[in-house]
Nanobody, 124 residues
Framework: QVQLVESGGGLVQAGGSLGLSCAAS????????MGWFRQAPGKEREFVAAISGYGWRTSYADSVKGRFTISRDNAKNTEYLQMNALKPEDTAVYYCAARDGSYYSALPRDYAYWGQGTQVTVSS
């Protein structure tokens, strides 16, 4: 059974930093693209960042570019999202996702595997 488990969410003041982790189990995702999405109350799930299989390429939403960094450690079957210079509008539930295929996508429907989500709250 495939599982993705996020950790690292919490409450932080604006301008602060948080790091999220997503540990995968049940299969190896080293060749699979992985991503991070977020969903704020009353809003649709939106793309945050993605990384290709083996970590060759990354992509970011314009709203987080230059502040967030996605990475992966294939030996640990884990992906990460380092979030710096956080803003109140970054407040959301953050989900990690993985897809079959090495090329990343910004569309939630392209990802078959999802974590349960972790809350990130940024206070002003």
């Amino acid at each position: 059974q495939v599982q993705l488990v996020e950790s690292g969410g919490g409450l932080v003041q604006a301008g602060g930093s948080l790091g999220l982790s997503c540990a995968a189990s049940g299969r190896t995702f080293s060749s699979s693209a992985m991503g991070w999405f977020r969903q704020a109350p009353g809003k649709e799930r939106e793309f945050v960042a993605a990384i290709s299989g083996y970590g060759w390429r990354t992509s970011y939403a314009d709203s987080v570019k230059g502040r967030f960094t996605i990475s992966r450690d294939n030996a640990k079957n884990t992906e990460y999202l380092q979030m710096n210079a956080l803003k109140p509008e970054d407040t959301a539930v953050y989900y990690c996702a993985a897809r079959d295929g090495s090329y990343y996508s910004a569309l939630p429907r392209d990802y078959a595997y999802w974590g349960q989500g972790t809350q990130v709250t940024v206070s002003s």
